[in-house]
């Protein structure tokens, strides 16, 4: 069984930064392209950054070029996301994802397993 478990969430000013982490069990996580998406109230899930399985492409989307990084440690199965200079407009909860991709898709139909999710609020 696939099981994803995201932690690092929590409340910051703007301009702050949180990092927030995603341990993997139960799939070959090497083999793996990674995501994180995120979900405002109301809006849809998108895709805010993605890794291929040995962490040589990423993809961001542009609202948070710039300021955030996916990164991944195949040896402790965890993907991470480092978020910088947060804005209020960045609250959501995240959302990581695994895919059976090696490279990393884009579209959420593409992964096949999905997180708890973690709140990440950011005052103004």
């Known amino acids: 069984q696939v099981q994803l478990v995201e932690s690092g969430g929590g409340l910051v000013q703007a301009g702050g930064s949180l990092r927030l982490s995603c341990a993997v069990s139960g799939r070959t996580f090497s083999s793996a392209a990674m995501g994180w998406f995120r979900q405002a109230p109301g809006k849809e899930r998108d895709l805010v950054a993605a890794i291929s399985w040995g962490g040589g492409s990423t993809y961001y989307a542009d609202s948070v070029k710039g300021r955030f990084t996916i990164s991944r440690d195949n040896a402790e199965n965890t993907v991470y996301l480092q978020m910088n200079s947060l804005k209020p407009e960045d609250t959501a909860v995240y959302y990581c994802?695994?895919?059976?991709?090696?490279?990393?898709?884009?579209?959420?139909?593409?992964?096949?397993?999905w997180g708890q999710g973690t709140q990440v609020t950011v005052s103004s």
């Open positions: 994802a695994t895919s059976p991709l090696r490279y990393m898709p884009v579209r959420s139909h593409e992964y096949d397993y």
